[in-house]
């Protein structure tokens, strides 16, 4: 069982919430990203989502378009968040999942993208501009280079679509909560709920609820029916606003309160 | 026809979230039974005729033919349709089409405007609501079809983020719609995006080349040698090329935009300059740098001026079904002046990139070969650009 696998099925089975956390590799400079990312672990993040900025990213809200947008200006490259990667195992073995969109793989080369990044220690790979119909494009490379596609599900999914994505799922299922993008404040986990509850029928997976997730309230309310909650936008604002140090007391704030719903 | 999965070759797709999937599955199987359905089809034709002016002329274009003294020059004239252009072909077929799947509100994306005031434009014939997604940039250099979409009744939303230009206006109208897509209706202009739009835009827009190739009958052209086109996302030159895909004794050019020149960073040519990769739900040709960023296009004409193009254009290009060439901004507009001056019609400046490629093909016409060019809207729109580049004449 993959890192990411063993973490979040050790949380399911000892009934605790797991706290999936986002960045923008890059942003506002490599050094903090390194830095926030080991501030996040320390403060009882369970798993890292590095986002590979990407200069159209579609499903992202405009937080992470902006932060895309600055750390490329500032010469982010796919090389230097490769180098990132193998920063952070230097000192740290916290499950690392890339977040990217497909062409960001294709122009690199996307053998090349997944081996290297799996190289430099990561344990996961989100595209989410890679829907069921398309995942060809890198199942087989995932698989033999040993990490999961992580599959996403959506409010608008059918049934069938839920079944077949959550059958197929590996690592955890990505759960979108509304219609739209990243970021914005979601208090309202129902609709979402009710496509967890489908899954749920076919698949044993962790399943973890991201996008509008802001604060702790938020995040209980997410966790009422996910095993794990992602959060991304709001850390990104933090470290916009306040520096490592909100983001810290953002992330351990948000961990507390997951602890006080665990039982 | 795009295979299952909308790809023509390889190229096309769906490269978009789960979020939209179910919504673009929806989309095409209802497009599949309203496009054999006959009160949809004469519905469509009603508009098309009564509204927006089809069939269009194939003028013979006596003056230029003469100022080139070779071959024989035709202009397809969809710039004397309503609104200025061919876009409101698809636009009238998708407001139709979103009418007859229950949806109140369309969303749309526009570079130089022309798509965005076809929306407006059938959003007020129809009683739909509008919205429009457009470029800051593109805001302050087409003026004049802001104005006319407000007028009509739509809201125009500028676009600041990444660089502010059409990919962008693009990318906020696909997030409006994934956020909003139980009730809205996106309408994409040009054959590009997911599956099923490259076909579906496509299908609107070929009656183009159909009325051109009954056109040739009925003209007696006996030589058809050339047909042009000027290619951004590219679907005049899909409408126009489509009907023409397997005569192979015609030669299909599609002009794209050199800009400043393709040996420059600033042109916006991505079949001549690009590789594949995805942008807005399709593979296709795109201007890219090695780490897949989308890189910035440039053109004088707003509506070339797009990084990516359709996907079946890329696949007439592997195919060498289409030639594709560049003509810079230069060159444009002097083709851009010369129709105004010789034949009394200001094209558009996307039109023009057409018309200043006859200066490569003309001289190698025989007077008894025939060239069709797709005059594909008027330039009234252009000519606060053409002031600003022109200066006094």
Known sequence: MSNLSAKLQGLKESGRKGLIVYLTAGYPDYATTLETVLAMEAEGADVIEIG?????????????????????????????????????????SIPLVVMTYVNSILGYGKEKFIADFVKAGIDGLIVPDLPLEEAGLLEDICTRQGIPLIGLIAPTSTVDRIKCIAQKAEGFLYCVSNTGVTGGQHNNYDQIGAVIETARQVSQIPMAIGFGIGNSQGASAAAHYADAVIVGSAILEKLTNEGVAGVRSLVRSIRETLDGESE | MPDKNGKFGGFGGRFVPETVMP????????????????????????????YAGRPTTLYFA?????????????????????????????????ALLARRMGKKKIVAETGAGQHGVACATVAALFGLECRVYMGKEDIERQALNVFRMRLLGTEVIPVTSGTGTLKDATSEAIRYWVTNVEDTHYIIGSVVGPHPYPMIVRDFQKIIGEEVKAQVM?????????????????SNAMGMFFSFRNDKEIIKIGVEAAGKGITTNEHAASLTKGRPGVLHGAFSYLLQDDDGQIIEPYSISAGLDYPGVGPEHSFFRDNGIVEYKAVTDEEALEAFKRLARIEGIIP??????????????????????????????????????????????
């Open chain 1, 52 to 92: 590979i900025p990407f200069s159209d990213p579609i499903a992202d809200g405009p937080v992470i378009q902006h932060a895309a947008t600055l750390a490329l200006k500032a010469g982010a490259t796919t090389a230097k968040s490769i180098e990132l990667v193998a920063q952070i195992r230097k000192t740290s």
């Open chain 2, 23 to 50: 919504a673009l599955i929806e989309l095409e199987e209802r497009y599949e039974l309203l496009k054999n359905d006959t009160s949809f089809q004469e519905e469509l034709h009603f508009y098309l005729q009564e």
């Open chain 2, 62 to 94: 006596k003056n230029l033919t003469a100022h080139y003294g070779r071959g024989k020059i035709y202009l397809k004239r969809e710039d004397l349709l309503h609104t200025g252009a061919h876009k409101i072909n698809n636009a009238i077929g998708q």
């Open chain 2, 218 to 234: 009925k003209c007696n052209i006996e030589k058809l040698k050339y047909i042009v086109a000027c290619v951004g996302g590219g």
């Open chain 2, 348 to 393: 558009a400046l996307e039109s023009s990139h057409a018309l200043a490629y006859l200066e490569e093909i003309m001289p190698k016409t025989q007077v008894d070969e025939t060239v069709i060019v797709c005059l594909s809207g008027r330039g009234d729109k252009d000519v606060d650009m053409a002031i600003k580049v022109m200066g006094g004449l």
